[in-house]
């Protein structure tokens, strides 16, 4: 029998063996789990991450640790590689070879909050506000020059008070944002996600990332209410909408806080 042994020049898979004296080998196994992976760029926000990937693995399983990497919500991402990627698509499905980039595109929660997000000083007078009165928060000074100078939208839903009433099936419009921007919410149930939309982009926040929602009847016009979406820990996180129509404040706080609602 003649000896065998590895060919150096040959193919790049690793063989392992075990080897008798005279240098026979007696098994063979070849280690192909560089074939089963594959080494791609990560592009979000002109930064390029290097990942090494499995090639059975998902887009959705993909996302994950590119939140990881990101800090974009795995829920608040779009993958594109010669096109927009599906969850369930894995890397094989996409040919996806060494070298490859894939952009990411989406928003982080700070994204999200610094659309409307207040001054240092509005901060100040925020906290001030709710620390030293118990003023309706509509009549708080940052609100009141928010609400008066935007006034009531155009396009304000109708509002009924003291009428509580479920979700409708289509978005909530006709809001705004502390920064004057038209606000379209959208309760994707199924996928236990808001969607807060306005001209320039639509985030989809996880609902169970969302800590708590304050709301507060406006003041002469008790039909509608400013409501705080909190994303993050502290109270300087919230998100604030305006003109929410009032019938639809307890159905919106029951959906994204857990309360499944029955009708």
């Not at 008790?222 to 909190?230: A, K, P």
Request: hydrophobic share 35%; net charge neutral.
């Amino acid at each position: 029998m003649s000896d065998k042994s590895p060919d150096p020049g040959g193919s790049d898979e690793t063989t392992r063996g075990t080897i008798t004296e005279s240098g026979n080998v007696l098994t063979q196994e070849t280690d192909k789990s560089a074939e089963n992976s594959v080494e791609f760029k990560v592009i979000f926000n002109k930064q390029k991450y290097d990942v090494n990937f499995p090639l059975d693995s998902t887009a959705s399983q993909l996302k994950a640790h590119v939140q990881s990497l990101t800090g974009v919500p795995a829920a608040m991402q779009k993958l594109m590689y010669k096109g927009l990627i599906k969850d369930d698509m894995t890397l094989k499905d996409l040919k996806i070879t060494k070298g490859a980039k894939v952009m990411v595109v989406g928003s982080t929660l700070n994204d999200v909050l610094s659309v409307s997000a207040p001054s240092k000083k509005e901060i100040q007078e925020e906290a001030a506000a709710s620390t030293e009165s118990k003023q309706p928060l509509c009549q708080q000074k940052l609100h009141k020059k928010v609400l008066e100078k935007h006034g009531k939208p155009d396009d304000a839903m109708p509002g009924i008070k003291n009428v509580r009433e479920p979700l409708p099936s289509f978005p909530l419009s006709g809001m705004y944002n502390k920064a004057g921007g038209k606000v379209r919410l959208t309760f994707k149930l199924e996928q236990d996600q808001l969607w807060i939309g306005t001209k320039d982009r639509t985030d989809k926040i996880p609902m169970n990332s969302i800590k708590t929602i304050v709301s507060e009847a406006l003041d002469g016009h008790e039909e509608y209410h400013m409501m705080g979406i909190q994303l993050g820990p502290t109270e300087a996180s919230r998100y604030w909408v305006y003109w929410v129509p009032a019938q639809f404040v307890e159905a919106i706080k029951d959906a994204v806080l857990g309360k499944w609602q029955y009708f």
